[in-house]
């Protein structure tokens, strides 16, 4: 673990001992003490590496709970190395520090990142502790590996396919709602609920590596499904149609919002959900249902290109969110 | 490569494309269009892996070439990688982008990335792109390869050891008293001489793999010669006594602050020299000078610990510098 930030070498090396336990399991994290670290993979299997930041103000906000934050910031990684089949093998934390940072935010913060180590079965072994005049800056690498040559792509649809995706969607999205005053219907236990969807990712880490020989394409879903599946029909050249009736909705999104093509439409576009969105032949269907996890079949893919959002009566939706006006 | 902050997102995926040409010779990147990338390591290699962060008004200035912040946040990564023995591989950018960062800072800075990838053999795997309503902060994650359980540790050294360092220590400091006013005495190739070394770290990467088999324990000098020895020193539970005289000087630094003890102190604790600091058996010096690289012999390492500054007349010289006080 390395630091810089000239006169505050001292608190780092302090710093550096407060996250030193999370980093006790792996010998490879030579305790935090060295330049680098060591991940000795085993030798069939290619490492599958991804990189996310979370920004105070941006991603979280100043007065969310130290080890809520924590939680976000690798799993929002671990959501990416699910939907490849990787599983989850070790992690860097670059911890830009802001001024208002202090002790207890730290110990909170690692605390919560301990937790998630246990949950996901991740450890610690590299990291960089700077002091930012700016907002606090949270960047996690996310190591982990899979059986060589088989991490699922974006790029492997082909038309005939069928498309799936796991949990339901639109509750991340749902809950900031809540938070801005919304879901004055619900009961204190489906706020909760979709609150905490918005503020803690689940990623599908014990699904991802059974996907393996069963997708032909995969994406965690965090720009938005349709967002999403755009980035598959594009990769992989074909176009992708989903059906909005077949789209899983929570009972607390139904709740708030009903369930007509509207609220499917803020649904699919609303992001943060990190459930796994894929492909997969016709002939998979028996073996995804035997995997025992919730998972929608929700459309198919075609020739052609894009996404299409499909109405009960066979119309393609119109989609007008900024962000998504190629489509 | 992923992106977030929300209605930047078709600018984002600008960004990706501009930085797509630096991900095309690895086929592991998937030219950044996927959630993650591949590395597929030889199989009798363990992966060797370093974060560093950089940031506007911390470690860079905002009218600095774009270029030159590039190429400075890789190459304090590659450093690390030499003093570890390993063979750089790859890296991932995590760039949280300032408002005021437009098109053209985007496109020199990629230059400069470029023009690094071809000089080191290092190529973009991946990276994620954010809005922050703070300063530009750049972190790279770097990958490295190195022979299996070979990676050079800081915790080899063994009494008995000879302490060698690569090129000369202080130019990087030098180079900042430069640009504050400083060097008057000098002309106007030494002035940019030593200004270099401050702006753009030159990793002993070309050295760094042929360390292994010779070195103990190594480091790359960042913190300062004393301070990054101190590290060797703990780690290892040794004592490493450095003789003053030994400290190699370049003739600008020479120029500027002469050479007595204080000039040395000076040296050893200004820090960013991105050199190698390294111990080894005195039996490896004649395989060291046959490596060809510019190395001197500058101490000792016994029982005890600690780092001791020696002087001529053999008095343990006085290092005052806060960050070292615990020496």
């Given at each position: ?44 299997e290619d490492l599958v ?213 509207e609220a499917i439409i ?50 393609a939706l119109k989609l ?8």
């Amino acid at each position: 673990m390395t630091s810089s930030g000239s006169n505050r070498l001292g608190e780092f090396e302090a710093i550096a001992k407060l996250f030193a336990p999370l980093a006790a399991k792996e010998p490879g994290a030579l305790s935090l003490t060295d330049d680098a670290a060591i991940l000795d993979l085993p030798f069939d299997e290619d490492l599958v590496v991804t990189v996310d930041a979370l920004i105070e103000g941006v991603h979280f906000l100043r007065d969310d709970p130290p080890a809520t934050i924590a939680k976000k910031s690798l799993r929002v990684n671990l959501s990416d190395l699910a939907a490849k089949g990787a599983t989850p093998r070790a992690y860097l934390l670059s911890l830009s520090l802001a001024s208002w940072v202090g002790d207890d935010w730290l110990t909170q913060f690692a605390r919560g990142l301990g937790e998630d180590q246990e949950q996901y079965g991740i450890a610690l072994i590299g990291g960089d502790t700077t002091a930012t005049p700016g907002p606090l800056t949270i960047s996690i690498t996310a190591l982990g590996s899979i059986a060589k040559g088989m991490m699922i792509r974006r790029s492997g649809a082909v038309a005939g396919d069928c498309v799936f995706v796991t949990g339901t969607i639109g509750d991340a999205g749902a809950g900031l709602a809540v938070l801005k005053g919304g879901g004055g219907t619900l009961d204190k236990n489906e706020r909760a609920a979709l609150i905490a969807r918005y503020r803690i990712p689940q990623p599908r880490s014990a699904l991802g590596p059974r996907l393996l020989y069963i997708a032909s394409a995969a994406i965690d879903v965090s720009d938005g499904l349709i967002a999403d599946l755009a980035h598959i029909a594009e990769t992989s050249g074909v176009r992708i149609v989903v059906e909005a009736a077949r789209v899983p909705l929570s009972d607390p999104f139904r709740e708030m919002f009903g369930g007509d093509d509207e609220a499917i439409i803020r649904a699919a576009t609303a992001g943060d959900d990190y459930e796994i969105a894929f492909t997969a032949a016709a002939s998979a269907r028996a073996r995804i249902e035997g995997l025992g996890f919730p998972i929608t079949e929700i459309g198919r893919v075609e020739k052609g290109e894009g996404v299409v959002l499909l109405s009960r009566d066979g119309k393609a939706l119109k989609l007008s969110k900024p962000g998504f006006t190629h489509f």
